[in-house]
């Protein structure tokens, strides 16, 4: 493929309906194609949600380029497209972790917050028994980071063909590197593999993240469940008479459309990034060492001691990328949950928490569709979810602003 004189409107074509991303018009026979769909960023331009994981692209692009294409118009054209880059070829630090990682958002600012129950009491996840349903992309690192960061006990990992239990916490990497080997999580030697046992969820448990499938947790099991906190990892894991059955029984659910975020917002910044060819953190990241050096050495000229060596190299290194898309999600997921409580403290029969996410989050109408694109701290993000409206909440069209 080349850029001058070559007709790239087939090729373009084919990524369109291959990626399943958005349709893309017919493109006129020239090389301005590739400049036409290449837009300004905007925080009023929806984004949209990819269909491809990184091994069809990887496809792709090996297959459908060939060397004359430079790299940066690759990222361009995928950016425009709202595709995901792949990790092997146009890496965007911390993507791939983006959904787990807001997953570990959300709960912390849950807990974080003083309106809030917390669960038995606790506002720690420091041994807190936590059920995973989902051992994929968005359970594996959301699982992760709970045990490792927050010193969570992730008891039981759940897969369509069981579950895996120990009481005293699963190794979460050595769990995927055997389902990676063996292709499932069952008969890993660190926990006890239950083979066809899909009660794995309805065990006793102070979180409950179900980040697998849509209506997993249903009027069938709903009764069963045992957890104090339902954290909604996947799209729609709990249905609409499940929902109610299981507030009844005083049981807290912090829902899909603000759980499940992260990944839409780390793509906005992605897309970001790919359409300015600025990563981020190059203007400043150096003068941020320099100053920290600076602070370092005053202290231990004011003190007369040294810097403590345990923690030295991490305070005087200024912020990588991925410490930045970190930083800018967790602020994203503690303002927004903010706006969520607020509105429940101000208007007390909005009820719960999934409501007040629909009213925090400005559900807008776009063809027909109760909810397709949601406003996050004035970016618009995209929304596939639809959810039966409580009784005395209408969704309003809200202007792009």
Request: net charge neutral; charged share 25%.
């Amino acid at each position: 493929m080349r850029l001058v004189g070559e007709d790239v409107s087939k090729i373009l074509d084919m990524i369109a309906a291959q990626m399943k991303v958005i349709e893309v018009a017919r493109l006129k026979k020239s090389c301005r194609c590739c400049e036409k769909m290449v837009q300004v960023p905007a925080p009023s331009r929806p984004i949209p949600g990819s269909m491809a994981g990184a091994g069809l692209l990887a496809y792709i692009l090996v297959s459908k380029f060939d060397d004359h294409l430079p790299l940066y118009r690759l990222n361009e054209i995928l950016a425009r497209m709202g595709a995901d880059i792949p990790d092997s070829t146009l890496v965007f630090a911390g993507r791939t972790e983006a959904t787990g990682r807001g997953v570990q958002f959300a709960i912390q600012s849950y807990l974080r917050d003083p309106r809030t129950r917390g669960f038995n009491g606790k506002r720690d996840l420091k041994g807190a028994a936590i059920i995973v349903q989902g051992s994929g992309n968005v359970g594996y690192h959301a699982a992760k980071f709970l045990a490792k960061e927050d010193d969570a006990r992730v008891m039981i990992v759940a897969e369509r063909d069981g579950y895996v239990t120990n009481a005293d916490g699963v190794v979460i990497e050595a769990l995927k590197q055997h389902q990676i080997k063996t292709g499932s999580i069952l008969g890993f030697e660190g926990a006890t593999s239950f083979p066809g046992d899909m009660t794995g969820i309805e065990q006793p448990c102070d979180v409950l993240i179900p980040a697998a499938m849509e209506n997993a947790i249903h009027a069938g099991n709903a009764g069963s469940i045992k957890a104090n906190l339902i954290v909604e990892a996947a799209n729609g894991p709990v249905t609409f008479e499940a929902d109610k059955a299981l507030r009844t029984r005083g049981i807290t659910i912090l829902p899909d459309l603000y759980v499940n975020a992260g990944g839409v917002v780390v793509s906005y910044f992605e897309w970001v990034k790919n359409l300015t060819h600025i990563p981020f953190g190059l203007m400043e990241r150096r003068r941020r060492e320099r100053r920290n050096q600076m602070i370092a050495a005053a202290l231990e000229r004011m003190t007369g001691k040294e810097f403590p060596a345990d923690i030295r190299d991490e305070f005087l290194e200024g912020a990588a990328e991925i410490d930045l898309v970190r930083s800018g999600l967790e602020d994203v997921m503690r303002s927004t949950w903010a706006r969520i409580a607020d509105l429940i403290e101000q208007q007390p029969k909005l009820g719960d928490y999934r409501t007040a996410a629909y009213v925090a989050v400005k559900p807008w109408a776009d063809h027909g569709s109760r909810v397709s694109t949601t406003v996050v701290n004035g970016l618009v993000f995209c929304s596939g979810r639809a959810w039966p409206e409580p009784d005395g909440f209408v969704a309003r069209e809200t202007r792009r602003e």
